[in-house]
């Protein structure tokens, strides 16, 4: 008999602490973010869509040297031809991302050895065709301000990781 | 009323005895417009409540803040298809949500909302109330049994256990207020109470007053009692098959069985609609202000109607508050927990109570 009445004192006392602390929760702002008309604040390490990176005047930072292509899981979803010029540089002439094929590893920004490739924080690639999902360099290179803007970002990272 | 009533009639030349069958339906459709109201913006509630409990926003897209939401899916249900399975027993099928939802609808009509507001003021209101609140769980076992479905007559069946093993601890301790009130009509039952905090019911009973709580949380079966239409493990129970206006239907009678369990409440335990201050703001108001008789009589009404629906949404609001906190008992435990906790409770309750009113007479 003494101990029912312990152990439902004791119950009683548990199932109160529950309830307070689930009204505590009413005083929280909600964590909801209401999707469309808000964003969510992203790390610039995020792995978003490949972008290229170009120089100050508009050239390619890129050098052609393909070990995106070599690395990428997904087999032929990287494809970068080049030709040399007249003084025995490579130059991009094709540089194509299949993002609808991408598992955004992340793996070709990583090898890439000027930083040329890099992952941007645009999530939102939904489209209506595999077609379009198929970026081509153009779609792909960022404007000089941009690249500047990533270069001092992914920089920051990087001694921050260090 | 009936009289101009009456009159319209008569100036069309329409016979008096259409008039003296058609007057009850007035009432009919007041409790009706009511009950759907209600439940409307109790769904509304409870999503919103639940939300603000875990920390979310609940919905706000369909009108402001979201108001219009169970409108809008209350047209979607209407708009569904009516999907019945070639097995079922289609009559049975049909029958059930009615027999479901006609009890709820019933029992609006006998609860007292202010000392003036009432359909009918019969001298066993209250056995009439617990007699018809159980005819529902019937439905639900037609529900169970008609849908061709196992989930669905577990379901059914785990209802039918719950209700029978929940009703003896939930009668027994309404019993207890029919003791202390000396009467079993409703409005007797909450003028004994008149008289503010300290002269409700629940004081003599507090322990009544838990057992009576936790019995009508697990007679409209919701957590943590929920087992009859437990989502995880029988897909919702005796409603699995049910589609468009007759899960409406279900879903209707649930919210409006909640409400009702909550008035209830407060008219068996809480002083119904007599104010917790002992006497009405208005009545102070109309002696100092106003001196008018008629007057006192209106604004009485609509303070005692707001006392009521306020404190029944503070008991709603402790029923979603408990749901947002409380897992689902198992089908052992929730028959344990009825058979040999709250009925020897509720049974030390009556003989506390029956003590309380030998001694003090009321």
Known sequence: ?162 | MYDLYLNIFNKFGLPELLAKLSWPLFPFIGVAVLLIIVVLFLVLMERKILALLTVRKGPNRVGPYGLFQTIADAIKLLIKEDIMSCETNKVLFTLAPVVVFVPTMVIYGLLPYTSNLFAINLAAGLFLILAISSISIIGLVIAGWASNNKYSLLGGMRSAAQAISYEVPFFISAIAVAILAGSMNMNEIVGQQAGGLFSWNMWPSLVGFAVFFICCIAEVNRVPFDLPEAESELVSGYNTEYTGMKFALFFLAEYAAMFIMSVLVVTLFLGGYTSPFGIYISQLFCNLVLHNQMSLNFFVGIEQAFWLIFKTYVVIFAIMWIRATLPRLKADQLMAFSWKFLLPLSLLNLVIVTVYRYFIPG
């Open chain 1, 1 to 162: 008999m003494n101990n029912i009445l312990i152990e439902t004192k004791k119950g009683i006392i548990e199932i109160l602490r529950g309830l307070f602390t689930v009204l505590k929760h009413a005083f929280r702002p909600p964590i909801t973010l209401e999707y469309p008309e808000k964003k969510p604040v992203l790390n610039s390490r995020y792995r978003g869509a490949l972008a290229l990176r170009v120089n100050a005047d508009g050239s390619d930072i890129c050098g052609g040297c393909k070990s995106c292509m070599k690395v990428c899981p997904c087999g032929d979803l990287i494809q970068v031809s080049t030709h040399k010029d007249e003084n025995n540089k490579l130059v991009v002439d094709k540089f194509t991302v299949d993002l609808g094929r991408c598992i955004f590893c992340g793996n070709c920004t990583e090898v890439c050895p000027k930083k040329a490739l890099i992952m941007t924080n645009e999530y939102e690639l939904a489209d209506f065709s595999r077609e379009s999902l198929v970026f081509d360099k153009k779609k792909l290179c960022l404007t000089p301000e941009q690249s500047q803007k990533w270069h001092e970002a992914l920089d920051k990272d990087i001694q921050g990781v260090n």
